[in-house]
Each structure stands twice: as C-alpha cells, then as structure tokens.
C-alpha cells in the first residue's frame, strides 16, 4: 500500500519528530504534509541539515497558534570541536585556520564556559537567514561579502560540560529563542584562544515537548498507514498549557466561535486557581465542557474586555 492509500486522519496540534541529518526542514515539512494528504503543516522552530533532533510539527488548526510557542527555549546535546575555525562556525564549512589544543586544561575550558551562562550578547553569523535591508546574510556570505550587523541578546538558562575528549567538548545548552549554538561555540573557541566550531548538534528539547517523544520520518509513515499517527500528536490545548485557562458560559462560547469579543463577567471559572490579570495577557478560552474554543487577550484599555485573536473552534456542537 502507498502512502496516498492511506487514510488520512484528521488532526489538529503539534507533532514531534527525530529530524535525520541530511534534511532540511522543509522537507520535514513535505514529506509529512504529502503523509498526511495535503493538511495544512510548518514547522516550529529551523533545524540545520546538518543537525538532528526535535522538530515540531504544526499541524492543521496548530499552524494558527505558531506565534505562540516561539517563546519555547530549547535544549541542545552540542559537541565543539576546540583548535579549528570555518567560515561558516559549523562542521559543513571550510577550515580557516588550525591551532593546537594540546596546552588547554580542563579548568580552562570550565572557565571559557562559566563566561556565557546568563544573558548575553550574540552576533548573527553569516551563514544564516537573517536579512539586512531585506538580504539575507546566507546570500552575502556566498558572494563572499562580510555584512556589518547588531549583536542580539539572548539568554542561556544553562550550560554544562558532559564531556572533554581530546579537542571535543560535548555540551549541554538549554537557551533562549533566537541562540545560534554555533557563534556560542565559536566564541567559547575565541575565549580559549584556539578557535573552535559546531561539531555536531541535537536538539533535545523545545518547550515542553521532548526528544524521547518524537517520531522519525518512517515512523510518521508506518503510524499513518496503520492509523494511530493521532495518537502521537500533542492537542493545541496541551501545547498552549502556559496560557491561563478562562471558562465562559455558553452565551460567551457562541460569541468567541464567532470572533467577537466578551468580558470579564461571562468568566465562570479560572482552570487550575487563580489569575492575576494583566493587560494584553493572552489566554485560552474553554466552554463548559472543556473544549478549547479559542485563544483570546486582555484588552490593553482593561483587564475586563477579551479580544478573540485565534478562533480554534467554528462551532459548539
């Protein structure tokens, strides 16, 4: 049997999937939109070619709420490879320059590392799709021009040192959004003197969802054709489960399905304890029956008014 004999299960959410090394994501991303008979599926998050590991599906009605998970950190298994630097700070570039590791210690390298925990400033690497006046650097680079650009400040939560074999340190990063891993090794290798670059990276984490979770391209297939792939996709209820929980009465849940905005009055109850309100806070709104109906804000004139931003239910049936 085919793929396309297949049956084609409807689903709305996030699926995890063991990126291979040699994809890319978007061809995650086709070969599981084709899996799934044309559905509605990005991604949550770029993976390298070169890199393996966690990369979220959104599928369906989960392509709606992207703008709520970019806030995820992430966790990576990193190795750097110490004494040799490319062009492009990763293993897929060619090497500028070699220097010996032999004289660097281990509390050396413990404190390069010490000096990029917390919040830090990070430049954009050449090699990525960042754009400057609408370029992205990638095209520079391969035209062989350096671009001048801002340093970001990005967060790393934690980093640890699992291991020192010869000139390769394998790390583990857990970072904030917009962390290129790479220019973090890169610089560690500039700290110590000797240079360095990305080895080899696996993502092992974003927000909740977990490498121990996650299902290979073949597995997506072999799931699809026996008709359990459903069950390995996380609901839009549970991957929003950082937003407070508003259940309305059903006046409100009629209203919210259409996009029109309710108040604060037509609250019943607060999932999980109590709130405190703020203005703008963007929260889910569930009816009676626990059905996620849509995720709304709090008006920024009030904490009494929700605007309905993405309407993830048409109906109350």
């Given at each position: 049997?085919?793929?396309?004999?297949?049956?084609?299960?409807?689903?709305?959410?996030?699926?995890?999937?063991?990126?291979?090394?040699?994809?890319?994501?978007?061809?995650?991303?086709?070969?599981?939109?084709?899996?799934?008979?044309?559905?509605?599926?990005?991604?949550?998050?770029?993976?390298?070619?070169?890199?393996?590991?966690?990369?979220?599906?959104?599928?369906?009605?989960?392509?709606?709420?992207?703008?709520?998970?970019?806030?995820?950190?992430?966790?990576?298994?990193?190795?750097?490879?110490?004494?040799?630097?490319?062009?492009?700070?990763?293993?897929?570039?060619?090497?500028?320059?070699?220097?010996?590791?032999?004289?660097?210690?281990?509390?050396?390298?413990?404190?390069?590392?010490?000096?990029?925990?917390?919040?830090?400033?990070?430049?954009?690497?050449?090699?990525?799709?960042?754009?400057?006046?609408?370029v992205p650097l990638y095209r520079s680079a391969r035209a062989g021009k350096t671009i001048a650009r801002e340093a970001r400040t990005v967060i790393i939560h934690a980093l640890?040192?699992?291991?020192?074999?010869?000139?390769?340190?394998?790390?583990?990063?857990?970072?904030?959004?917009?962390?290129?891993?790479?220019?973090?090794?890169?610089?560690?290798?500039?700290?110590?003197?000797?240079?360095?670059?990305?080895?080899?990276?696996?993502?092992?984490?974003?927000?909740?969802?977990?490498?121990?979770?996650?299902?290979?391209?073949?597995?997506?297939?072999?799931?699809?054709?026996?008709?359990?792939?459903?069950?390995?996709?996380?609901?839009?209820?549970?991957?929003?489960?950082?937003?407070?929980?508003?259940?309305?009465?059903?006046?409100?849940?009629?209203?919210?399905?259409?996009?029109?905005?309710?108040?604060?009055?037509?609250?019943?109850?607060?999932?999980?304890?109590?709130?405190?309100?703020?203005?703008?806070?963007p929260v889910r709104l569930h009816d009676d029956n626990g059905r996620l109906l849509a995720v709304g804000r709090l008006s920024p004139q009030g904490v009494d008014r929700i605007?309905?931003?993405?309407?993830?239910?048409?109906?109350?049936?």
């Amino acid at each position: 049997m085919t793929v396309t004999d297949a049956k084609c299960e409807v689903m709305d959410g996030v699926l995890a999937v063991n990126k291979e090394a040699g994809w890319t994501s978007h061809d995650v991303v086709a070969k599981v939109r084709q899996v799934l008979g044309g559905a509605k599926v990005g991604h949550g998050g770029t993976l390298d070619p070169a890199a393996t590991g966690l990369l979220p599906l959104l599928i369906g009605k989960g392509t709606r709420i992207a703008e709520y998970l970019v806030h995820w950190d992430k966790e990576y298994r990193a190795q750097l490879r110490l004494g040799e630097t490319t062009d492009t700070l990763d293993a897929t570039g060619i090497i500028l320059e070699r220097q010996s590791t032999e004289h660097l210690t281990h509390g050396a390298i413990c404190e390069a590392v010490s000096k990029f925990r917390g919040e830090i400033q990070q430049m954009p690497p050449m090699y990525s799709a960042v754009k400057v006046d609408g370029v992205p650097l990638y095209r520079s680079a391969r035209a062989g021009k350096t671009i001048a650009r801002e340093a970001r400040t990005v967060i790393i939560h934690a980093l640890e040192i699992l291991d020192v074999a010869g000139q390769d340190v394998t790390l583990r990063v857990v970072c904030s959004k917009g962390t290129y891993v790479r220019t973090l090794c890169a610089d560690i290798g500039s700290v110590l003197g000797v240079g360095g670059h990305l080895h080899a990276l696996e993502r092992t984490r974003v927000g909740p969802l977990t490498l121990d979770r996650t299902l290979t391209v073949n597995e997506i297939v072999r799931c699809q054709r026996l008709g359990e792939l459903a069950a390995h996709v996380s609901s839009l209820d549970e991957v929003l489960c950082d937003l407070p929980a508003l259940v309305v009465d059903r006046r409100a849940a009629e209203r919210v399905c259409h996009g029109a905005p309710i108040g604060w009055s037509n609250v019943l109850s607060v999932k999980d304890g109590e709130i405190q309100r703020k203005a703008e806070m963007p929260v889910r709104l569930h009816d009676d029956n626990g059905r996620l109906l849509a995720v709304g804000r709090l008006s920024p004139q009030g904490v009494d008014r929700i605007t309905i931003e993405k309407v993830l239910a048409t109906d109350l049936r």
